[in-house]
């Protein structure tokens, strides 16, 4: 009976805390979150002029009256759909753009996910994903946010990626927050972030300019720029062609593609045309290969907000200072970081390049004015500056309501 009653003690204890941790994890997590499935579908692009081509008839010759095809490209209608769930303390001045979330990045872009400081304190967070198709190009992205701020500190995980231009990011950052006064504060701390590419640095570029020396003391490229031709399975074929009017010849090459169709009759025609895109082809396999690059590096930020009906500002900014470390390099390539972006020329990376250190850093703000009850100016932006990309946009204008 003792055994029984001890049981069942445990058993009434044990769901008492259960029931506690679920009630907090609703109060302080969930609560005020929004799930959310939706998406949209439109017409694609379609050009207003159409686009032409002739090849001779069949059973003709090229002097016999061509045949006219329609090469205009026709794109499916485009759409995006998506699923998530978020949780984005609005500050004062910001409304919600409709009566339901949609997870449309562009349209219900908030403040919370770029300024340091919260318009709330405790957890808030998004965790967004999506499928587009846009002129037959179809893509994924997302977007994994999570922050928790207190009246000290600040702990935000991210991470992002934007398959239309290719861009993945993400980052870890704790902060100490020093509020000062009830409008301003100011945080320092440390930010870790990753990188897919090495920014600064070619690869096709570094290719074609690999050198070695001959016995004689002369230098010469390892890879001569055609050979890219025949590591994507091109041939060249040489031949001679003799000009009708003076009856000269001139030596020169037919490039093959890989099924013996010609795609050029000329080394000149082959790089103006199909060599251009190996050299893309090339870079895009070269960095799929890689691993991702990490660097910490120490971030202070300063968030000023203020706000009445008639008016407002709310400006903030984030630096980070030029004492970066990278803590994750790829294996073969480990100085393709974006320290020796400047340090390489013929034959890779010179002896004499350095580590160079640099800033990046972030600024956004929000005015607004209402002036008398008719009248009211307003303009709102941010720009970010990241390595060697830079990221912005703005919004200005004024109001005028009659009534």
């Known amino acids: 009976m003792r055994n029984l009653i001890l049981m069942l003690v445990f058993l009434f204890t044990s769901v008492n805390v259960q029931a506690q941790f679920l009630k907090e994890f609703y109060e302080d997590f969930l609560k005020?979150?929004?799930?959310?499935?939706?998406?949209?579908?439109?017409?694609?692009?379609?050009?207003?002029?159409?686009?032409?081509f002739v090849e001779r008839p069949q059973d003709g010759n090229i002097y016999?009256?061509?045949?006219?095809?329609?090469?205009?490209?026709?794109?499916?209608?485009?759409?995006?759909?998506?699923?998530?769930?978020r949780k984005l303390g609005r500050f004062d001045y910001e409304r919600k753009p409709g009566n339901f979330w949609t997870g449309n990045q562009n349209r219900e872009r908030q403040i919370a996910l770029s300024a340091p400081t919260s318009a709330v304190e405790g957890f808030e967070y998004l965790f967004?994903?999506?499928k587009e198709r846009?002129?037959?190009?179809?893509?994924?992205?997302?977007?994994?946010?999570i922050r928790h701020t207190g009246k000290n500190h600040i702990v935000k995980?991210?991470?992002?990626?934007?398959?239309?231009?290719?861009?993945?990011?993400?980052?870890?950052?704790?902060?100490?927050?020093?509020?000062?006064?009830k409008k301003f504060s100011i945080s320092a701390g440390a930010i870790y972030r990753t990188h897919q590419r090495g920014y600064g640095f070619n690869p096709i570029e570094y290719w074609l300019n690999l050198t070695d020396t001959d016995e004689f003391g002369n230098e010469y490229?390892?890879?001569?720029?055609?050979?890219?031709?025949?590591?994507?399975?091109?041939?060249?074929?040489?031949?001679?062609?003799?000009?009708?009017?003076?009856?000269?010849?001139?030596?020169?090459?037919?490039?093959?593609?890989?099924?013996?169709?010609?795609?050029s009759y000329s080394d000149l025609d082959f790089r103006n045309t199909v060599f251009r895109d190996l050299m893309n082809r090339?870079?895009?396999?070269?960095?799929?290969?890689?691993?991702?690059f990490g660097v910490i590096s120490p971030i202070v930020g300063f968030d000023f907000y203020h706000y009445k009906n008639d008016f407002w500002l709310h400006m903030f900014g984030n630096v980070l200072l030029p004492f970066h470390e990278y803590l994750k390099t790829d294996p073969e390539f480990e100085e393709l970081t974006y320290g020796y972006r400047n340090g390489f020329g013929k034959g890779g990376l010179r002896e004499d390049a350095e580590f160079e250190q640099w800033t990046d850093y972030q600024a956004g703000i929000n005015f607004g004015w209402k002036i008398g009850?008719?009248?009211?100016?307003?303009?709102?932006?941010?720009?970010?500056?990241?390595w060697d990309t830079e990221f912005f946009n703005t919004t200005f204008g004024v109001n005028y309501t009659f009534r």
């Not at 485009?78 to 769930?85: M, T, V």
């Not at 846009?134 to 946010?145: A, K, T």
């Not at 060249?236 to 010609?262: C, H, K, L, M, V």
């Not at 090339?282 to 960095?287: A, L, Q, T, V």
């Open 282 to 292: 090339y870079n895009n396999e070269f960095w799929d290969e890689r691993s991702s």
């Open 32 to 52: 005020y979150g929004t799930v959310y499935a939706a998406g949209d579908i439109q017409n694609a692009y379609e050009s207003s002029r159409k686009e032409y």
């Open 128 to 130: 967004h994903w999506e």
């Open 373 to 386: 009850k008719n009248f009211g100016v307003f303009a709102e932006g941010e720009y970010t500056k990241f």
């Open 134 to 145: 846009n002129r037959g190009e179809i893509w994924n992205n997302s977007r994994y946010f």
């Open 64 to 85: 016999d009256i061509p045949r006219v095809i329609e090469v205009t490209e026709y794109y499916p209608f485009d759409y995006r759909i998506g699923l998530g769930i």
């Open 157 to 181: 995980l991210e991470a992002r990626e934007q398959g239309a231009f290719d861009f993945q990011y993400n980052s870890a950052e704790l902060r100490y927050r020093q509020p000062i006064g």
């Open 221 to 263: 490229p390892i890879n001569p720029w055609y050979s890219l031709g025949y590591q994507y399975g091109y041939q060249d074929y040489p031949t001679t062609y003799t000009d009708i009017a003076t009856g000269e010849e001139s030596f020169d090459y037919i490039w093959r593609n890989e099924d013996g169709q010609i795609v």
